[in-house]
């Protein structure tokens, strides 16, 4: 992955949708309509984390890394935990 999929280049489309989200004052507009809800901004972290980790397995499953990706803790969207409790 050393074009368009580049960690690097995927890291530069995390930072422009932070900026987008955060500078554009949509983050604050949305924390004033929904006042109730929960607004953790390691939320794009955790997202970095799971996007890290889900390129990783993929260049193993095509053979651009000869071992298996292994994570003690696996980064899990808010909506993975929901399906796992259920």
Do not use: C, H, M
Not at 13 to 30: C, M, T, W
Not at 62 to 72: D, M
């Amino acid at each position: 992955r050393t074009t368009v999929w580049s960690n690097e280049n995927i890291e530069k489309i995390l930072k422009k949708y932070e900026q987008d989200v955060y500078n554009s004052g949509a983050f604050e507009r949305e924390k004033q309509r929904w006042p109730d809800g929960q607004y953790d901004d390691t939320r794009l972290e955790n997202l970095r984390g799971y996007i890290q980790q889900r390129t990783d397995y993929i260049d193993y499953k095509y053979g651009l890394v000869e071992s298996e990706p292994f994570y003690q803790t696996p980064f899990l969207l808010q909506e993975d935990e929901e399906e796992t409790t259920q």
